[in-house]
């Protein structure tokens, strides 16, 4: 695990180096996987201000701005994996930024790109055709014009594990948890099968 972390991070990070610290512009994934890792460590960079992300700039911890937002948006859309739906590792990956955040000045960019990489999860697991990422997670973008927000051919695992990631959080994503409680609500599912959906971040 340990050396495919290093092959991942190697990957996604050259060696170049300015003052000890990797540089910034090397956060350019070359395939999914490349991607949730360079979200990780975006993460890392929101816990503790510091790291390449926050190189340049006064970054507290556990404060998510502008500029994480920025970073997360670019990874997610870089060349390598625009024309594919976003993984289970990178929706993940957002959830453990959005975790680590306590603090928010990023006028809710990051939330929007959130809900919308989820959705294309979600859609594209359940077979649903979905646009390509600079599209669908782009600001100009409604969710609605492409996301599922009808109970035909959504699967349902997918509907539990968002339900999963959401229940308990001290931040709701109130566009996501719209979008899970309609489909959800259309499906008119057995509450046992999406467990505690209406009860997030009670």
């Not at 680590?100 to 959130?114: H, P």
């Not at 001290?170 to 959800?184: D, Q, S």
């Amino acid at each position: 695990m340990l050396d495919q972390n290093k092959r991942l991070r190697s990957e996604t990070m050259p060696a170049s180096e300015t003052n000890g610290v990797e540089a910034i512009g090397v956060l350019e994934p070359s395939c999914r996987a490349t991607a949730a890792h360079a979200l990780t460590i975006v993460r890392d960079g929101v816990i503790t201000g510091e790291g390449p992300t926050t190189k340049g700039r006064v970054h507290f911890s556990r404060e998510l701005d502008a500029d994480d937002a920025a970073w997360c948006a670019r990874i997610l859309t870089a060349t390598a994996v625009e024309d594919q739906p976003v993984s289970r590792a990178e929706a993940e990956a957002l959830f453990e930024i959005s975790d680590a955040a306590a603090e928010r000045t990023d006028d809710g960019r990051f939330d929007d790109l959130l809900a919308k990489a989820v959705a294309h999860h979600a859609a594209s697991v359940s077979g649903l055709p979905v646009p390509p990422r600079t599209v669908a997670l782009s600001p100009d973008t409604d969710i609605e014009s492409w996301a599922p927000m009808k109970a035909a051919g959504v699967d349902i695992e997918v509907l539990e594990w968002i339900a999963s990631q959401m229940r308990g959080k001290r931040c709701i994503n109130r566009t996501l948890m719209a979008m899970v409680a309609t489909v959800a609500g259309v499906a008119a599912l057995p509450l046992g099968q999406l467990p505690n959906v209406f009860d997030i971040g009670m």
